[in-house]
């Protein structure tokens, strides 16, 4: 995880707060998650090596697409 995703999760939370704390730990969460599960079903493919690296951007991104879509 570089800076620019560390930027992104801080402005990605602070805009899912208005939804309340639910909504952006959730997003962060669903973000990790499908970036673990998209880098164990590569790893386990043999697409990508260990030590390899994965964007997490778009993982953030749609787990606050998530969240916002999820009913309250």
Do not use: C, N, Q, Y
């Amino acid at each position: 995880m570089g800076l620019g995703d560390a930027k992104l999760i801080l402005s990605m939370t602070a805009l899912l707060g208005w939804w309340g704390w639910g909504a952006a730990f959730g997003a962060v969460f669903f973000g990790f998650l499908g970036a673990g599960l998209v880098g164990a079903v590569l790893l386990a493919s043999g697409r990508v090596r260990r030590g390899a690296h994965i964007p997490m951007g778009p993982f953030f991104v749609a787990g606050a697409v998530v969240m916002l879509a999820l009913p309250a």
